[in-house]
């Protein structure tokens, strides 16, 4: 088949243009792999409802990712997020350096708290903010996953930071 310089050039273009529309296709589909996403409040609801629903559940310092029979801290907010789509590295102190800073007095539901209760310089806990001072959290082999006040608690006492990954 003998092809002309018009049906080379009309070949060309078409094959250019179907290129351009495949890979914007690609760039525009291709998986967001950020762990922070717009903030709202039905997320925060959504995290916070799944949270709820291992009130109760064991503490256990150390705990498996992935599993709700037992949770640390750590594990309960990686595990609480990922059901949610957000992707949170496994202990408190990877977590406190993931999403955009928050400063305590513009905590949001869904924002996570890091404080240092050990008071020996380094994050120790990591506790859901849901609101209308109160954190989901656990922390104790005693209690489990809980509920419990903020302002003027341990948590509160020694507050580092807080984040924002929603």
Do not use: E
């Not at 996403?37 to 997320?43: D, I, K, P, Q, V």
């Not at 291992?54 to 801290?73: E, N």
């Not at 928050?102 to 209760?117: E, H, M």
Request: charged share 15%.
């Amino acid at each position: 088949m003998k092809l002309n310089k018009r049906s080379l050039t009309k070949i060309i273009a078409v094959t250019s243009v179907s290129f351009a529309v495949a890979f914007s296709g690609i760039a525009i589909t291709a998986p967001h792999t950020n762990t922070v996403h717009a903030a709202t409040s039905s997320s925060a609801s959504s995290v916070i409802a799944t949270g709820k629903q291992y009130l109760g559940v064991p503490y256990v310092f150390g705990a498996k990712s992935g599993i709700t029979s037992a949770f640390d801290c750590s594990s309960f907010t990686q595990y609480v997020f990922k059901k949610n789509g957000v992707n949170l590295p496994r202990t408190s102190r990877q977590q406190a350096k993931v999403g955009k800073f928050v400063s305590k007095s513009n905590l949001k539901a869904g924002d996570l708290i890091f404080s240092d209760t050990n008071r020996d310089g380094v994050i120790n806990h990591v506790s859901i903010y849901m609101g209308n001072n109160k954190v989901l959290h656990t922390y104790s082999k005693k209690v489990g996953v809980t509920i419990s006040n903020f302002k003027g608690s341990s948590w509160d006492k020694t507050y580092v930071t807080a984040r924002r990954v929603l």
